[in-house]
């Protein structure tokens, strides 16, 4: 039980330390990079320990980093569809 509490006082760490980043208004690619690193290592204690992943063959690890990596590069290539839709001019009927 010592260690889950270890990790979650570790993942409020994480949230206060995303707070105040964000309050400290750094610029916004800088903001973005250290949101998105915070959040990679918030997802990565809770996948290992909360949803006990630690203890998994590796093989399985692997299979999971991969289908992630499928998402976000799928993500990554129908994003830009939302920007296009963003700046599409609607014309009155």
């Known amino acids: 039980m010592k260690r889950y509490v ?3 006082l570790a993942l409020l760490a994480i949230v206060a330390v995303e707070v105040v980043v964000t309050l400290a208004h750094p610029a916004p690619g800088l ?3 250290g949101l998105l690193l915070l ?4 997802a990565g204690l809770g996948l290992l320990y909360f949803m006990h ?7 399985l690890m692997w299979s999971v980093i991969l289908a992630v990596v499928i998402a976000v ?3 990554d290539h129908f ?3 939302a920007f296009r839709l963003l700046h599409q001019r609607i014309s009155a009927p």
């Open 31 to 33: 903001l973005l990079a």
């Open 53 to 59: 992943l630690k203890y998994e063959r590796r093989s």
């Open 39 to 42: 959040a990679l290592i918030e």
């Open 79 to 81: 994003w830009l569809d």
């Open 6 to 8: 270890v990790v979650w």
């Open 73 to 75: 590069v799928l993500m």
